[in-house]
């Protein structure tokens, strides 16, 4: 990837090349590098087990990997996560699991639909909403796309010694609560 984008920012210095061309090169060199960083992030947190960590730290890698195959089927991913929100995570186990559960909720959403990821404090523990807007898909009959992302989040939580919970209504959203950091 260091190599590919070096040749696009010399291509571009040089001046005798399509511009436009170089500019998407560098462009998604750029975004490789991103993802490649965020990817080498998650493998070598594999070996830490459960440790205090920030909710938004962990939203912030997975969307970071997944707001490119979101964007290609016209869905918006946003992150509102916000810091101080302190759980007891093995991160990549999890944000694996958080992954798969943003996968499996894109496929319910029509195209210009927007998933969006909040957090809270409750009673229980700190809560992530994940929140699809938007015009859903009639739910059909692919448990590869949706019943397998559902059952590995909601696995994933319990070992966490939380509770995911689906809730339909004006807007179907799924709630993530986690014990917090301290416990």
């Known amino acids: 990837v ?34 490649l960083h965020t990817l080498s992030r998650f493998t ?8 205090p960590i920030e909710l938004l730290d962990v939203c912030t890698n997975v969307v970071d990997l997944s707001v490119g195959v979101f964007l290609d089927a016209g869905v918006e991913l946003v992150n509102e996560v916000e810091p101080g929100h302190r759980v007891r ?8 699991a958080l992954s798969q559960l943003l996968k499996s909720l894109r496929s319910e959403m029509e195209p210009g639909g927007r998933l969006l990821l909040k957090s809270e404090s409750t009673p229980q523990g700190e809560c992530l909403k994940v ?22 989040a909601r696995y994933a939580v319990q070992e966490h010694g939380g509770e995911l919970v689906e809730h339909e209504g004006d807007a179907r959203a799924v709630f993530i609560t986690l014990p917090p950091a301290d416990v």
């Open 2 to 35: 260091a190599g590919i984008l070096g040749l696009a920012q010399v291509a571009k210095l040089k001046g005798n090349a399509d511009q436009s061309m170089l500019d998407s090169i560098e462009e998604q060199a750029q975004r490789c590098r991103t993802i």
């Open 44 to 51: 070598s947190a594999q070996r830490t087990g459960k440790v």
């Open 89 to 96: 995570l093995d991160s990549a186990f999890f944000g694996q």
């Open 131 to 152: 929140v699809l807007e938007g015009q859903l898909r009639p739910r059909g009959d692919d448990w590869l796309a949706t019943g397998m992302g559902f059952w590995v």
